[in-house]
């Protein structure tokens, strides 16, 4: 990895600076107290799921499989048939527990989902007793251990982020370690305790951007732009959930999840449940976005301090486009990976096409696909828009740029062509390729120079003064 190019860019002004603070920190406060506010006081009611079955580490030492024994006669009247294979035995050595260090002998595991084991499998065993008789019991194997890969796994997630984002990925890591605890201490504990979904998705979601975007990308205006960017979206997706869950009549028992949950936690709205999962759903799609408009605001304002704050946010909002094409594509996706056994099913389902799409357990699919899409949809022109007001309220605020070493300490003599803009002379000879290749990219943004204000032939090709001209962010500090 290369040395870190970051290039230094002046503080935001202080007027703009005071208008951010002044629209961020309260509604960061209440963001806080509504926390406070509906924090868990308690774990909610008790669950009696009866004793847990006690489950111990083994490692598999000898299987030995058999011919399965012929099965007696069915009631229908059939003739003896073969028990569903494999069958045998597995030998495994105990590692915990009061057998531990002893071996063992076990069924071969059978049925829909059952492990298939080889020697040396490290497994997981669960021990039986017979209610009749306290004494006597016996072992099964359960499933494989899978905290080893599992460690690795995220060992090298964890370096990969690090070795390609360097401090930014650590502020990454640290990131989704703070959004698995709001998730784990407030978000699923509030809920469980009987507390309404939809407020406390809307606030943890809220906590959770506050923390991450901070914290990752630092406290910046580009930042707090994609903030507020968020916290409107995150609303505004939250208002078209309720509309369109009552609009479609959904209760939040189109999965056979929420129909189990209902069996153990009665006292959970499956339907506040319901638009909790679109908003929480949607965040991570919705930061990204943000971000992106943000920066990319950002980036065209450095690279051309003339264009006017109309022109930063078409040019942006072109970039907008490009994305929220593949975002939505992605949104689509994530979801039917997510559902992809429930929408198999709709292959071996004998009802019209259009009495299936309107079942609960689809509908709710769609109506999440399409809530999510209009607030991302939403995101854009609103960040774009704040973006380019805070940007070009900043260029006001700190002046008109200097136009670079004052004369008599190097500095190269300029000339005004007849189009305007300055350009240096050293410049105006043997510079065709570079401003060949700023044309291009001009066109890419935003449909040539001419289209962003620029003369046809005298586009300025200097960088702004006191910015060395160097790749890398441009985020401005408070």
């Not at 002998?105 to 007793?129: C, F, H, N, S």
């Not at 906590?207 to 409107?232: E, K």
Request: with cysteine.
């Amino acid at each position: 990895m290369g040395a870190d190019h970051n290039r230094p860019a002046p503080p935001t002004p202080p007027g703009v600076r005071r208008v951010l603070v002044a629209t961020v920190v309260p509604l960061f406060v209440i963001t806080v107290i509504a926390a406070v506010v509906l924090w868990p006081r308690d774990g909610g009611p008790e669950v009696d799921g009866g004793s847990p079955v006690p489950r111990y580490h083994g490692t598999v030492t000898r299987v030995v499989t058999e011919e399965c024994p012929p099965q007696p006669e069915s009631p229908e009247g059939g003739g003896p048939g073969v028990a569903d294979g494999p069958c045998g035995t597995v030998t495994v050595r105990v590692e915990q527990g009061p057998d531990a260090g002893r071996q063992v002998e076990t069924p071969v595991p059978t049925g829909p989902g059952a492990p298939t084991v080889a020697v040396d499998d490290r497994i997981v065993l669960v021990k039986l007793t017979d209610p009749a008789d306290p004494t006597a019991s016996a072992y099964n194997i359960a499933e494989h251990q899978r905290g080893a890969p599992l460690i690795w796994l995220a060992v090298v997630f964890a370096l990969a982020i690090v070795a390609f984002g360097r401090w930014r990925g650590v502020a990454a890591l640290a990131g989704l370690a703070a959004t698995f605890a709001i998730l784990l201490t407030f978000v699923l504990p509030g809920i469980g305790a009987g507390g309404s979904p939809l407020p406390i998705a809307v606030v943890g979601s809220a906590l959770i951007m506050f923390v991450v975007l901070y914290l990752t990308h630092g406290v910046t205006a580009q930042t707090s732009v994609a903030v507020l960017g968020t916290l409107g979206s995150l609303v505004l997706t939250g208002l078209l959930g309720t509309l369109a869950t009552a609009a479609t009549h959904l209760t939040g028992y189109g999965s056979e999840d929420a129909t189990t949950l209902s069996m153990f936690r009665g006292d959970v709205d499956l339907h506040g449940l319901l638009l909790a999962g679109i908003i929480i759903g949607s965040l991570g799609v919705l930061d990204d976005v943000t971000v992106t408009q943000a920066a990319t605001v950002t980036e065209l304002a450095h690279a051309n301090p003339e264009l006017s704050r109309l022109q930063l946010y078409r040019a942006a909002t072109r970039v907008g486009r490009a994305h929220i094409a593949s975002t939505v594509n992605t949104i689509v996706l994530a979801y039917a990976g997510a559902s992809l056994p429930l929408l198999l099913l709709l292959t071996a389902d004998s009802r019209p096409v259009t009495e299936i799409l309107t079942s609960e357990f689809l509908a709710q699919e769609i109506v999440r696909s399409a809530v999510a899409t209009l607030g991302l949809i939403a995101a854009v022109p609103l960040t774009t828009g704040l973006a380019a007001v805070v940007t070009a309220a900043g260029r006001t605020a700190a002046g008109p740029t200097t136009a670079g070493p004052t004369a008599g300490h190097g500095a190269a003599p300029r000339t005004r062509p007849a189009g305007g803009g300055d350009v240096p002379a050293a410049r105006t000879h043997g510079g065709g390729r570079r401003t060949a290749d700023r044309d291009l990219a001009l066109e890419a943004l935003g449909g040539g120079r001419a289209a962003e204000g620029f003369p046809d032939d005298h586009a300025p090709t200097h960088p702004p003064a006191g910015r060395p001209h160097r790749e890398g962010g441009t985020e401005t500090a408070w």
